[in-house]
């Protein structure tokens, strides 16, 4: 019997399973904490990009981030109930949301409008606690933040209600829509923030810190730095400017066995619709994951994965719980290793590389990944 080429994959109850290195998300916190001299906010919206919240938030916390970011109230709760004690800052806060249990467990609230302050005003009454606020201000991107117009009446009603014992406002922050790596492209959007800083001030607030740089800014635009920068994405390896990379390592591996093969002659169809036909006799390898995964239809054409160290595409129409690759003359057996998203320095399929055939970015590929796919800690983290 042949030796196997690779350490048999570890077994898990899930047919695929996604390795979140903590080393890797760990050492990329220390490397862009070295790089922007900045305090980093950690953000880990998203249960973590999909790689589970509360592990990101461990190993950044580990490699140097001072404190957390999150989109919802509920993901910060969640945190604290992982027995995470850092600053957490939310910025998406709608009716409804568990505002008091936030102001309770000591979160950060971000408002960017005067009904947002409201309500944490609202909250905060009940809760008999002065909550923590920042103001959003927008300034250019037209998604969330105060209009410029209206940042006046915000600042003056934040000032109302921390004269009234309800609130602090600790902060003033944006969020830029640029993706240009040309660090001009914040210029215009940075003097609007420190118009806006200035008028808090003016309107008698004491926020103490401004930030506005995600990973991109961060990474590329000193001026944008300010006094945080809230970084996600390059946290796991997703290179902000991939022409000119940081080094980052990656932090997330996803792979899968091989399931069933089968011997074909050419011109046999595969999956719903016939739409693939083997130009070959060959064999083909199924793969126990599909678009409910992760794997979403437009993988095909276009995708390979890494079989034994070689890749090979995935052919025909993708099913909500399986795919087949075309693995020709290979000599693919069932358990064989299969890599879906890997190292690109190790010849194997990549987040970016992924999301430049499926026409979106690397973040999406990462978040698409469904429940079905177990998330494991790497061991390397316990070291
Ligand atoms: C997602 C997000 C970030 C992080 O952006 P990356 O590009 O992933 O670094 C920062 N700030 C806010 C408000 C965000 O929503």
């Not at 927008?138 to 009603?157: F, K, N």
């Not at 089968?262 to 011109?267: F, H, I, K, M, P």
Request: charged content about 20%; hydrophobic content about 50%; glycine content about 10%.
């Amino acid at each position: 019997m042949a030796l196997p080429l690779a350490p048999a994959l570890p077994r898990h109850r899930a047919p695929s399973a996604v390795t979140v290195s903590a080393a890797a998300i760990a050492a990329n916190t220390a490397l862009l904490r070295e790089h922007c001299r900045t305090p980093l906010m950690a953000v880990v919206k998203a249960d973590g990009f999909g790689l589970g919240a509360e592990a990101v938030a461990r190993a950044a916390l580990a490699g140097g981030a001072s404190e957390l970011g999150v989109a919802t109230c509920d993901e910060a709760l969640a945190l604290r109930t992982a027995g995470i004690s850092a600053p957490i800052l939310v910025w998406m806060l709608h009716a409804g949301a568990p505002l008091g249990e936030a102001i309770r467990d000591d979160i950060t609230l971000s408002c960017a409008s005067v009904r947002m302050l409201e309500l944490v005003v609202a909250a905060a009454e009940e809760a008999g606690i002065r909550a923590r606020v920042e103001l959003e201000v927008e300034t250019g991107m037209h998604r969330s933040g105060c209009a410029v117009a209206d940042w006046g009446a915000l600042c003056a009603a934040a000032r109302k209600a921390e004269h009234d014992g309800h609130v602090q406002v600790v902060g003033v922050w944006t969020h830029f829509g640029g993706t240009d790596d040309d660090p001009a492209v914040f210029a215009e959007p940075l003097a609007r923030l420190e118009s806006a800083w200035s008028a808090a001030h003016g309107a008698g607030l004491r926020p103490r810190r401004r930030h506005a740089a995600s990973s991109l800014a961060a990474v590329v635009s000193p001026a944008a730095r300010l006094d945080l920068v809230r970084v996600g994405a390059a946290l796991f390896g997703i290179e902000p400017v991939p022409s000119r990379g940081l080094g980052l390592a990656t932090a997330a591996r996803w792979e899968t066995t091989v399931v069933q093969v089968r011997d074909v002659a050419a011109g046999e169809a595969v999956g719903y619709g016939q739409q693939y036909r083997t130009a070959r006799a060959g064999r083909l390898a199924l793969l126990p994951v599909g678009y409910a995964d992760g794997v979403p239809r437009s993988a095909w054409p276009g995708v390979t994965v890494s079989v034994n160290g070689l890749r090979h595409p995935l052919v025909g129409a993708v099913s909500m719980d399986q795919c087949v690759v075309d693995v020709g003359g290979s000599d693919v057996e069932v358990g064989d290793r299969v890599v879906l998203v890997g190292d690109a320095g190790l010849g194997e399929p990549s987040l970016r590389e992924w999301s430049l055939i499926l026409g979106t970015i690397p973040q999406e590929v990462l978040t698409g990944l469904g429940s079905r796919v177990a998330r494991v800690v790497g061991q390397e983290a316990e070291a």
